[in-house]
T-cell receptor, first 113, second 114 residues
Framework: EAQVTQNPRYLITVTGKKLTVTCSQNMNHEYMSWYRQDPGLGLRQIYYSMNVEVTDKGDVPEGYKVSRKEKRNFPLILESPSPNQTSLYFC????????????FGQGTRLTVV | AQSVTQPDIHITVSEGASLELRCNYSYGATPYLFWYVQSPGQGLQLLLKYFSGDTLVQGIKGFEAEFKRSQSSFNLRKPSVHWSDAAEYFCAVVRNFGNEKLTFGTGTRLTIIP
């Protein structure tokens, strides 16, 4: 089954403790991206990747890192999480760029206390 | 400045009634336009998109959208809603070709009453 898998689905952590949210897709898609969803703000793009070893900032990249060492994986790294990063995070992939249909993961609800 | 606006935060309609969800963009040129739906607890799913050509586009689940350049709008419509259409709907834009950022509106939550 074609899918985008995020782990974990739920995470509560403390301020400053490094964490990684994993994202994996099995569709051989070139384009992957991360979004955060906050009430009243919709989804905002954090980072995106056009292909392996090619990443770029979205609209809200501060406090986040990403890497794309393999085509299927695009982890989101929070080096020093803060409470304002409490949010619902989505990973998405599309076959060849942002104009092709994006397939979304189920989301990761992160709480930073 | 918000580049894509969804003026309605929450809409309630009766099952079987028609639906129109509004979306406006503020770019000078016509961007690439999308509508996505998010069912409760789920990720987003593409309903339809507009790049060029016929300004009335058909999507999945019986939805359609009409692009109106003069109004900078891309409104989503459905003639008769079903209880399963209750969800949050997002309009999204890509500003121009070569831009790899997908910008979402703030969403409209749709409630269906029996």
């Amino acid at each position: 089954e074609a899918q985008v898998t995020q782990n974990p689905r739920y995470l509560i952590t403390v301020t400053g403790k490094k964490l990684t949210v994993t994202c994996s897709q099995n569709m051989n898609h070139e384009y992957m991206s991360w979004y955060r969803q906050d009430p009243g703000l919709g989804l905002r793009q954090i980072y995106y990747s056009m292909n392996v070893e090619v990443t770029d900032k979205g609209d809200v990249p501060e406090g986040y890192k990403v890497s794309r060492k393999e085509k299927r994986n695009f982890p989101l790294i929070l080096e020093s999480p803060s409470p304002n990063q409490t949010s619902l995070y989505f990973c998405a992939s599309s076959s060849s760029g942002v104009l092709t249909e994006a397939f979304f993961g189920q989301g990761t609800r992160l709480t930073v206390v | 400045a918000q580049s894509v606006t969804q003026p309605d935060i929450h809409i309630t309609v009766s099952e079987g009634a028609s639906l129109e969800l509004r979306c406006n963009y503020s770019y000078g040129a016509t961007p690439y336009l999308f509508w996505y739906v998010q069912s409760p607890g789920q990720g987003l799913q593409l309903l339809l998109k507009y790049f060029s050509g016929d300004t009335l586009v058909q999507g999945i689940k019986g939805f359609e959208a009409e692009f109106k350049r003069s109004q900078s709008s891309f409104n989503l419509r459905k003639p008769s809603v079903h209880w399963s259409d209750a969800a949050e709907y997002f309009c999204a834009v890509v500003r121009n070709f070569g831009n790899e950022k997908l910008t979402f509106g703030t969403g409209t939550r749709l409630t269906i009453i029996p």
